[in-house]
């Protein structure tokens, strides 16, 4: 595999999160104990996570790699969407 930072390699970022209509207890709770502590003006929180892939793509296929990953090992079909954006 080629080194990070190489002219070989790439690096992006996997964003996962729950769908909308998928109930989020840790956000729920967050946003509960800021009202709580007096952070009123929050309106919402969402909860996400964030992978950075540095891929090998001497062939130019490092974001359809990266897709890949997400959408077979990273994200949940079913409860969660990704996005991948290059860095």
């Keep these: ?3 990070v930072g190489s002219p070989d390699s ?3 970022e996997v964003v996962v ?3 909308p209509e998928v109930l989020d207890p840790e956000a729920r709770a967050i946003q509960e104990t800021l009202a709580r502590i007096g952070y009123d ?3 919402s929180v969402q ?3 964030r992978y ?4 090998d793509d001497k062939s130019g296929q490092g974001a359809a790699l990266v897709e890949s990953v997400a959408r077979e090992f990273l994200a949940n079909p079913v409860s969660e969407t990704f996005q ?3 860095l």
């Design 52 to 55: 950075i892939l540095t891929v």
């Design 1 to 3: 595999m080629a080194s």
């Design 10 to 12: 790439s690096e992006f």
């Design 47 to 49: 909860v996400s996570k």
């Design 84 to 86: 991948v954006r290059k």
């Design 17 to 19: 999160q729950l769908k």
């Design 41 to 43: 003006g929050v309106r």
